[in-house]
């Protein structure tokens, strides 16, 4: 058993709140530089080279990579070996998220009631995924989300007889109809499976992890890679303007699912796909 | 592709010259305002009040900055998704707004509606919200301060970029 106090979440929390939104992850830079060489139309490769300069003022200059700095999404895993001590676990993240965003000078960008629509100014509630898992650690992965990109995400509840060609129409679908609004080049996340609000979340998960670790399984790692060929052929381009750099990559996550479905969630994420995972 | 520099207010004889596919650098005055403040606006009208600002020749920036640093003029300052926008723009249009900057697709009733007033769509690069704050050379808040970052702001920018991505002619860069 480890006792962990809960305001080392706190402050790891608010500390990856500011990293997340002032640095990309070195696997979406790279890929953005990278495409950068290879577009060919004029207006993607000055999109892309603006990007790419935009990457390194906010790097230097500590201003966010884009002005929507997101909700803050949480995937927090406890060991169960692990006792929790202090402000309850929840309160705790949002303690951070609240420093990180005020103290950071990010965006607040969540308001109390999605009706009302008063701001809650802090950026807090954040979105919050717990699991416990075997060990005594604790692994926070924070990834903001901007809503630009959000707004276009889905859900299709296939039927089982529309299989691997249903679900590329799916993805390709949601795509198309994110178009220029989604600022590309895009991240697409993919649920495949398990149950309407499952798929959703693995999509979500699987938008954290890294462009340059294809599925473990073979199936799928031939579908992500198939699929963003195709995205890439559809000529949406960088800022929508036309070109090759459609998106940087697909990421798929499956999950066991009923005789009678095949859900498929499609999770759009724009260029600034941000996540930051540390452990403690 | 054509690139041009171009000063604001964008009087509508500056609108007919511009072409879906040109490239420009925006240098004058623009206002922000996003959702809230757009409400807010149409609200205004509906009561028989005055908008923030006279709207005649001027262009709004579709943007929600992240707070500045001490020392900074504003955060990052990128464009938000205009179409959130479409449902309140016909009003403003035939009011004299002559630019609007964003990203995303228009319907078709505000291309109408900027064909009928000569306005014309700018997109900036969505998600290049470092970059373009450098632009801006000065950031004052005018109106709706309770609403934080969707607060109305006048903005002095120089050689902002930007595409246009519909005209008054009814082309739309976006439909390839
Ligand atoms: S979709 Fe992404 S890049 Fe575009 S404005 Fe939103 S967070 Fe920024």
Redesign the pocket.
């Known amino acids: 058993m480890r006792d962990i106090d809960t305001s080392v979440i706190t402050e790891t929390i608010k500390d990856m709140c500011l990293k997340a939104n002032i640095e990309l992850a070195d696997d979406v830079s790279s890929k953005i530089i990278c495409a950068k060489t290879q577009e060919t139309t004029e207006l993607g490769k000055l999109v892309l080279s603006q990007l790419t300069e935009n990457m390194e003022i906010a790097k230097k200059e500590l201003i966010p990579i ?1 002005q ?1 700095t ?1 909700m803050a999404v949480i995937f927090i895993e406890v060991g169960q070996d692990v006792h929790l001590t202090g402000a309850p676990l929840e309160d705790a993240i949002n303690e951070g998220v609240r420093r990180g965003y005020t103290e950071g000078f990010l965006r607040k960008s969540v308001v109390g009631d999605p009706l009302l629509r008063v701001n809650t100014g802090d950026n807090t509630p954040a979105v919050i995924h717990t699991r416990i898992v075997p060990g005594e650690n604790v692994s926070i992965t924070l990834a903001p989300k ?4 959000e707004n276009m995400s889905r859900v299709y509840m296939l039927k089982p007889a529309e299989g691997i060609e249903g679900v590329k129409a799916a993805v390709l679908d949601a795509v198309k109809l994110a178009g220029p609004n ?2 590309p080049p895009m991240v697409i996340g993919v649920g495949i499976g398990g149950t309407f609000e499952k798929c959703a979340l693995l999509a979500k998960k699987a938008l954290t992890r890294n462009l340059d670790e294809p599925s473990p399984l073979p199936h799928i790692a031939a579908l992500e890679k198939e699929l963003l060929e195709k995205i890439n052929e559809m000529d949406i381009g960088p800022g929508g303007l036309g070109g090759k750099t459609t998106a940087l990559g697909v990421n798929i996550e499956t999950f066991p699912t009923h005789i009678a479905g095949l859900p498929v969630a499609v999770n759009i994420c ?3 796909n941000r996540h930051v995972t540390r452990m403690i | 592709m054509k690139k041009i520099h171009l000063e604001l207010p964008l009087t509508k004889d500056k609108v007919q010259e511009l072409t879906a596919g040109d490239y420009v650098y925006l240098t004058g005055v623009m206002y922000s305002a996003r959702d809230a403040a757009h409400k807010r606006m149409t609200e205004a009208l509906a009561d028989g009040k005055d908008l923030p600002m006279d709207i005649k020749d001027q262009t709004i920036y579709y943007l929600g900055p992240s707070p500045a640093r001490p020392g900074q003029v504003i955060g990052s300052a ?1 464009p ?1 998704t205009a179409g959130r926008m479409d449902r309140y723009t016909p009003t403003l249009l035939d009011l004299g707004l002559t630019g609007m900057i964003g990203k995303g697709r228009r319907t078709q009733a505000v291309k109408d509606s900027m064909k009928k007033n000569h306005a014309v769509y700018f997109a900036a690069v ?2 290049a919200g470092a970059l373009l704050s450098k632009c801006i050379t000065k950031a004052d808040i005018v109106a709706y301060e309770d609403l934080g970052t969707e607060a109305v702001y006048r903005l002095e920018v120089k050689d902002f970029p930007c595409v246009v991505v519909a005209d008054d002619k009814g082309n739309d860069l976006y439909e390839r």
Not at chain 1, 146 to 149: A, D, K, Q, T, V
Request: net charge negative.
């Open positions: 884009c929507d997101g901007g809503f630009g990109s989604a600022c724009c260029h600034v | 990128g938000t969505g998600g």
